[in-house]
């Protein structure tokens, strides 16, 4: 059985391919049951997400820089791949060919992750079918609220959380 939220993160990355939502889902996931693992697997998969949504934005530092970090953190992590369902060679040539792609400053394009679980493709597609979502299609590059997410979306209850915890340290 996978995890919830990977199929979630799966459904966003090749349907809408809101990476910037990939990363959010994954997040939560990963605190829930390896928080302080900065080199956990899901970090790794956070990290590639990540760096799409950089690529895809022209900022190709950022991009490379977390293309590298999820290369290093997945190399790592590579029988926990397997048992996730990817297919970790496929899976780092590709992350390998991103990465020359991104220090070249080739343009973002869509991609599949390579996925060897049948089933899990399959819960998946299934995810995007309730959301509406097409599986496979490419990124909508003219959706600015897709590609410039973190600067758009509302941040009042991250800066409030900060501001009562500042708070509470005066005490």
């Known amino acids: 059985m996978h995890p919830q939220p990977f199929i979630e993160y799966l459904a966003h990355f090749h349907g809408d391919r809101d990476y910037f939502e990939c990363h959010e889902i ?12 900065k080199s956990s697997v899901w970090v790794g998969l956070i990290q590639i997400a990540v760096s799409n949504y950089h690529h895809r934005r022209g900022n190709f530092k950022g991009a ?6 999820a290369i290093r ?26 990465s020359h792609s991104i220090a070249s400053q080739l343009p973002y394009k869509s991609y599949f992750l390579p996925i060897a679980d049948l089933q899990l493709t399959e819960a998946a597609k299934q995810a995007c079918l309730k959301r509406e979502f097409n599986w496979g299609a490419h990124s909508d590059m003219l959706n600015e ?14 800066i409030m959380e900060r501001k009562k915890a500042l708070e509470m340290g005066k005490d």
């Open 73 to 98: 953190i997945l190399d790592k992590r590579r029988n926990e791949l397997i048992q996730l369902g990817l297919d970790e060679k496929e899976l780092f040539k590709l992350m390998e060919h991103l």
């Open 26 to 37: 994954l997040e939560e996931y990963w605190k829930s049951v390896d928080k302080n693992n």
């Open 64 to 69: 490379e820089r977390t293309m590298q970090k």
């Open 145 to 158: 609220d897709l590609i410039h997410r973190h600067s758009r979306r509302d941040r009042t209850d991250v």
